[in-house]
């Protein structure tokens, strides 16, 4: 079976606390020590002490949302109240009650099937979507084949709204690795695309089922789960333990039943098995009264990825500088050591930015706490408008926007109110301002700016506000 607890080396992992609470009787120090003889974690557990997250380890495990399978740490999520525990019970049985319509555009079944966020990348996050065969892997133990995404009980045709669901939760999974050199996509890649045969394999990558119809999920009454640091080890025997799962049966049981916020769901709880399969421990908060919630859910619009994040739209990778934070890991910078980040595409030195021309707009990819510049020269008096705005519903991305004279002195600063508009769909994000220039050379400095309410109360800082943008400077009326 997948996971032992800590407590035990011999009986499997049926159950956690609702809530991830720590428990008394777990021998977590002997437990870490067993696994300092093993060669398997040695990496992951070396990236934990550089960059932060051993002792959110020692709270995941003991809480027992974390476990271990032989040298393996593995995660089994759990991180809905009781109340949806027993919605679930009761509708597991089957399919109840609407999903809902899919409205807007909405791409064909072979378009989402075939979704990639950039080919040609060297490694490879696969979202199987359509039926798996989990052969090899610990969860065959509990049924050989995993069934495709499925809403309508018609497994074999995706509907409308299944076509809609697949497709947000590629967007949301695309778009919280957009900074990194790795290719996001539901087509299936070949064997030696996932596979990392030795250290010296640069091509390699990961798979995350997601489904609605596999026993484990019943089995674990759980989200979804993963292996901690198995991403880019080459002892990872073959994908075995580069199989990660999400179980949207699970996760649909907790939202509204009209499947609005289904792709959303289960695209951030992909992102965040993978940020598990990358070396990423989960993000709790300490309460007031002195216990530990293993899943902080957020404020008013934020939450953390390695969090609880199905009520809040903007999902971001942190560092634990949220309030009573339990993890102080520096999430970038760990996924950066395993991914790689892409290549700055814009000069970040406000004189050294690229040129741009009224009405064409020009497009990049903020990361790792990265600024783009460019210039603008007008020959005569203008009225400018300035407008820059994240890609994708989905995007973590929160832009800030400064405009300078040639000399440097700041003319325009722009960081718009972030706010909820639904679960899944923040506004605000955007950067944009209309002023009249005279002639002469400016510069625009764009950056991921810190998520702040109306009248200036900051939800999030600027750490996790990456992603991909587009800039246009246009003639205003």
Request: include cysteine; aromatic fraction near 6%; charge should be positive.
């Amino acid at each position: 079976m997948l996971l032992v607890p800590a407590t035990t080396a011999t009986t499997a992992v049926t159950s956690a606390p609702a809530r991830a609470e720590v428990t008394a009787d777990v021998d977590v120090p002997a437990l870490l020590r067993s696994l300092e003889a093993c060669a398997a974690p040695t990496r992951t557990l070396q990236r934990l002490r550089e960059h932060g997250g051993l002792d959110q380890l020692r709270l995941d495990l003991a809480s027992g949302v974390a476990g271990v399978d032989g040298c393996r740490i593995g995660y089994t999520e759990k991180p809905g109240e009781d109340a949806h525990q027993e919605a679930y019970a009761a509708r597991s049985s089957g399919r109840s009650g609407s999903t809902g319509s899919a409205r807007g555009r909405v791409p064909s079944a072979r378009t989402v099937s075939t979704l990639s966020s950039r080919p040609g990348a060297p490694l490879t996050i696969f979202l199987d979507i359509d039926g798996a065969d989990l052969r090899g892997t610990p969860f065959a133990d509990a049924g050989r084949r995993a069934g495709p995404v499925d809403y309508d009980g018609r497994p074999g045709k995706m509907s409308r709204l299944e076509r809609r669901i697949v497709w947000e939760a590629w967007q949301v999974v695309a778009s919280l690795y957009a900074p990194y050199r790795v290719n996001v996509t539901t087509k299936e890649p070949s064997r030696a695309r996932l596979v990392r045969s030795s250290a010296d394999d640069r091509r390699y990558g990961t798979r995350v089922v997601i489904t609605t119809d596999h026993p484990q999920e019943k089995r674990c009454g759980c989200a979804g789960q993963a292996y901690l640091g198995a991403f880019d080890d080459p002892s990872a025997d073959q994908l075995r333990y580069r199989t990660a799962m999400v179980f949207g049966g699970y996760l649909a049981s907790r939202l509204p039943e009209d499947g609005s916020r289904i792709g959303k769901s289960l695209g951030t709880s992909a992102a965040h098995e993978v940020g598990h399969q990358v070396g990423l421990v989960h993000d709790g908060q300490r309460r007031r009264a002195g216990s530990v919630d293993g899943y902080y859910d957020g404020n008013d619009v934020w939450a953390p990825v390695m969090g609880g994040v199905d009520y809040q739209p903007l999902a971001q990778f942190d560092d634990g500088s949220y309030p009573r934070a339990t993890s102080d890991q520096d999430d970038l910078a760990v996924i950066a050591s395993v991914l790689g980040q892409v290549r700055d595409d814009h000069p970040g030195r406000a004189r050294k930015g690229d040129r741009i021309r009224l009405g064409r707009a020009v497009g990049g990819v903020l990361g790792g706490h990265d600024r783009d510049a460019f210039t603008l020269r007008l020959g005569r008096t203008t009225k400018v408008r300035l407008n820059a705005w994240p890609v994708g519903r989905f995007s973590p991305l929160d832009l800030s926007l400064r405009l300078t004279d040639r000399r440097g002195r700041t003319l325009r600063r722009v960081n718009p109110a972030t706010r909820k508009a639904d679960a899944t769909r923040a506004v605000g994000t955007g950067a944009g301002t209309t002023l009249r220039l005279r002639r002469g050379t400016y510069r625009i400095v764009l950056a991921g700016g810190p998520a702040k309410a109306r009248g200036g109360r900051v939800l999030a800082d600027a750490y996790g506000s990456d992603g991909r943008y587009r800039f246009v400077a246009r003639r205003a009326r």
